[in-house]
């Protein structure tokens, strides 16, 4: 019995949202050194602001429109900013700037539609306007997932030395469940700059969501490396070695882990379950008596702690600690298996065939319960209902040589002696002389039944 068999699986880890001052390197590059990107504040897309085109004549009439755009941008009054900008773009509708700068003013305003159009309208009238793709993405990627990741990848071309929107390609692709998309998008990322925690972390956890919890653990240990008081890189590579059967350094991962996130019962559970697995006992306990300290026990903790207790064959702690799990669950297979088998180690053996009955009831492939219901019937002397279950447990998995010498016990007191000599022969052969008392009990009884049945035979 393993202490972690009843909980949950390693847990996915969220998708990271993407904030505004993430994308502030990126535009930078975009946009150029002279660009002064602006962020909208309502909104975590993070559109980025087109430059101004200064190199207008100050005698043009249109130069004091985007001169009163600018100005209200500034301010961060961005309905303002469209009447200018509208009056500007009727007059030279062909200018991809003026359509940047209105995507960027309706991204702000949450405006999507007409955000979406105007990105739109400045790709089409400039194709090699990188940050119109990267907004036309943004502003997409909660909407139309594969337009979003086709819009980075875009932009990625374009700016080839810049690794931000292949990131966002991956995160966008990651999102809509395309994990092995994501995870092509992420490595080019990665190539472009390697010491980048966001991309080692999001490559790792694309990676483990994908089943492959070998090949995020250097990306999980990378991001620690980068960041070591960052709580979900710690919990990423916890769950990248549990995944991998790690089971002592996963442990140990979750410990650094709490000492972040102290408050995570989920985790702690699981570093209970995981240190309970390599035997470490009472540093499994000592974490199910942090839990408890704080808040009553759950379903979860009191199953933890009754395997616990299973194990260290504690049968009065186990009785006590799961009789109430029980009450919570009454129809858990597993519950009423263990329970059982406390009854039958308490030799209350009325309640343990009641509790191991039921438990095969609901699962009638569960073998542990099934051969423990054969010790209760043996030990109580219900030999007919003995050979009942035993019946039914040869069907799951197949005889050992000792199931024979009980089974040739069970005809023998129910006088079927040509029965019980064929089971303790089944026995002796099975055997091999390994168990010295179960064989010589089964050879003299074997020679005592074969002259009683030799004498029923004569006197007939």
Request: hydrophobic fraction near 45%; charge should be neutral.
């Amino acid at each position: 019995m393993t202490g972690a068999a009843h909980l949950k699986e390693v847990p996915r880890l969220p998708a990271t949202p993407l904030l505004i001052g993430m994308l502030a390197a990126l535009v930078a590059g975009l946009l150029g050194a002279g660009a002064a990107p602006l962020y909208a504040q309502a909104t975590g897309k993070a559109p980025a602001r087109a430059p101004v085109k200064r190199s207008l004549p100050q005698q043009d009439p249109l130069a004091a429109l985007l001169t009163e755009a600018q100005q209200a941008v500034d301010r961060k009054d961005l309905a303002a900013a469209l009447d200018p900008l509208h009056k500007y773009a009727a007059q030279r509708p062909q200018d991809p700037y003026v359509h940047f700068q209105l995507g960027y003013v309706f991204s702000g305003l949450e405006q999507w539609d007409q955000a979406r159009a105007e990105f739109e309208r400045a790709i089409e009238l400039d194709p090699k306007m990188a940050a119109a793709h990267l907004n036309l993405g943004l502003v997409l990627m909660d909407h139309d997932a594969t337009r979003a990741a086709q819009a980075f990848r875009q932009a990625a071309e374009l700016q080839p030395a810049e690794s931000r929107p292949r990131f966002l390609a991956g995160v966008v692709l990651e999102r809509s469940g395309q994990l092995s998309d994501a995870v092509a998008e992420y490595r080019k990322a990665l190539e472009l700059s390697p010491t980048d925690f966001e991309l080692n972390f999001s490559l790792g956890r694309a990676l483990l969501a994908g089943n492959q919890a070998e090949q995020a653990e250097p990306r999980f240990r990378e991001a620690v490396k980068l960041r070591a008081d960052s709580a979900p890189a710690l919990l990423g590579l916890a769950n990248s070695l549990l995944s991998q059967k790690k089971t002592a350094a996963g442990a140990e991962a979750l410990a650094d882990y709490l000492k972040l996130k102290p408050d995570d019962a989920a985790a702690r559970l699981d570093r209970a379950s995981a240190l309970n697995e390599i035997n470490r006992i009472d540093e499994a306990l000592a974490e199910l008596d942090r839990m408890e300290a704080v808040s009553p026990p759950t379903l979860e903790m009191r199953k933890m702690r009754g395997t616990i207790y299973l194990q260290q064959r504690k049968w009065k702690e186990a009785g006590e600690t799961l009789a109430p799990a029980l009450a919570e669950s009454p129809d858990d297979p597993q519950l009423l298996a263990w329970l059982g088998r406390v009854q039958l180690q308490l030799r209350d053996f009325p309640n343990a065939i009641r509790l191991l009955g039921r438990a095969y009831s609901l699962d009638a492939g569960s073998v542990d319960a099934l051969r423990d219901l054969v010790s209760a019937f043996f030990l109580s002397e219900d030999y007919a209902s003995t050979l009942g279950a035993m019946d039914r447990l040869a069907r799951l998995e197949p005889p050992q040589a000792l199931t024979w010498f009980v089974r040739g016990i069970c005809y023998d007191k129910l006088s079927r002696k040509a029965d019980a000599i064929e089971s303790y022969q089944k026995f002796l052969d099975l055997d091999q002389g390994h168990s010295d008392t179960q064989s010589f009990q089964a050879r003299r009884r074997i020679v005592t039944l074969q002259n009683e049945l030799k004498r029923a035979g004569k006197s007939r």
